[in-house]
């Protein structure tokens, strides 16, 4: 127990510490089996728990974690094209945030972000050039600068993705996943640039992503008992209800 301690950070009670290493692997779960929430659902967790300049950097190491460790267990799924047009988009992104690295209007980012995922969960079929190499890029790039302040594009990614793969689960969880892993992996350097000490969180990040790991096999279980028609059913309500979260914190938080 005390080796456990030695590992969690000093800014928060170890009690804090043990209830998001449990509450990681329950998102990882979630995202996993239907494809999309668990990211948002654990950054609402951590504004609770965590001080504030840790919420966005810590959550973005966990979540690089987290995806990439479902990123190679769906790794067979995964559309390299599309992620190599993703990748350059997404470090441009970053590239450009830090640059700007100030405190935006939350309550734009997120009713744009609200936005968004309604229409591409809920609007007219994308067109192929939006949804092709071109389109791919600009969505990295848009996504990934939006994430530095706001840490929350992850429906937005997944709304994307979605279209791009028409409902097949194991396709739109693996994209999702490796998307993701790209989008997050830049935030170690410009949080980093910006002096946010990660090795004082390096443990509570490992522990996290070990649980994450865990719950990310269960839930990739659970969707191989999903059909396609159900899992769009599912991720289409869950991003609606996101993006419905995402308005009311815009007008009542």
């Known amino acids: 127990m005390l080796f456990l301690e030695s590992l969690l950070p000093d800014q928060i009670s170890s009690f804090s510490s043990l209830l998001l290493i449990v509450f990681a692997g329950l998102t990882s779960a979630i995202t996993a089996s239907i494809g999309v929430g668990g ?25 690089l974690g987290s995806n990439f460790n479902r990123a190679i267990m769906t790794f067979k799924n995964i559309d390299w094209k599309l992620l ?4 350059p988009g997404a470090f441009l992104g970053a590239g450009l945030a830090s640059l700007f690295l100030v405190e935006l209007p939350l309550h ?16 007219p079929k994308v067109p192929a050039l939006a949804l092709g190499r071109l389109g791919t890029f600009f969505a990295a790039l848009i996504t990934t600068f939006i994430s530095m302040f706001a840490g929350a594009t992850g429906p937005l990614v997944a709304a994307f993705v979605k279209q791009q793969h028409q409902g097949d689960r194991f396709r739109t969880v693996a994209n999702f996943a490796a998307a993701m892993s790209v989008q997050h992996l830049p935030k170690a350097l410009v949080f980093g640039a910006a002096g946010f000490v990660f090795s004082d969180w390096l443990g509570l990040m490992l522990l996290m992503i070990a649980s994450g790991a865990l719950g990310t096999w269960l839930g990739l279980r659970l969707l191989s008992k999903l059909s396609n028609q159900r899992f769009a059913l599912v991720i289409n309500t869950v991003l609606t209800l996101l993006a419905l979260r995402l308005i009311w914190s815009a007008f009542f938080s």
């Open 84 to 87: 190599a047009a993703f990748t």
């Open 39 to 63: 990211g948002v659902l654990l950054l609402a967790i951590m504004a609770i728990l965590l001080p504030p300049a840790a919420i966005i950097p810590v959550h973005g190491m966990v979540q």
């Open 108 to 123: 734009l980012l997120q009713l744009t972000i609200a936005g968004f995922i309604l229409f591409l969960t809920w609007g």
